[in-house]
């Protein structure tokens, strides 16, 4: 359960897959993949997960995320060749 948490924590709320380039509203901290943001914006006007209003200069780089992202892909890719080198 713990490592499905994890996941899903690195996972866009719109999209589903692993954040790209991800970002976040100032206002409420929810993060998004850059582009998954951006075009909920234009019709939306609000935080896809817990519609605050929003405009696309709310958005700021989620850098942090960023780096947890890159480390948990590249662990991720590790393992899986280790597991192919054990059989």
Do not use: W
Request: charged letters at 35%; one cysteine or more.
């Amino acid at each position: 359960r713990g490592s499905r948490d994890f996941d899903a924590s690195l996972r866009c709320a719109i999209c589903a897959e692993f954040y790209a380039m991800p970002v976040t509203f100032r206002a409420c901290q929810h993060a998004f993949c850059s582009d998954c943001a951006r075009r909920s914006l234009p019709t939306m006007h609000k935080c896809p997960t817990c519609r605050e209003p929003a405009e696309e200069s709310d958005l700021v780089p989620a850098k942090a995320l960023e780096e947890v992202e890159d480390q948990a892909v590249k662990a991720a890719k590790e393992d899986k060749v280790g597991n192919k080198h054990r059989r």
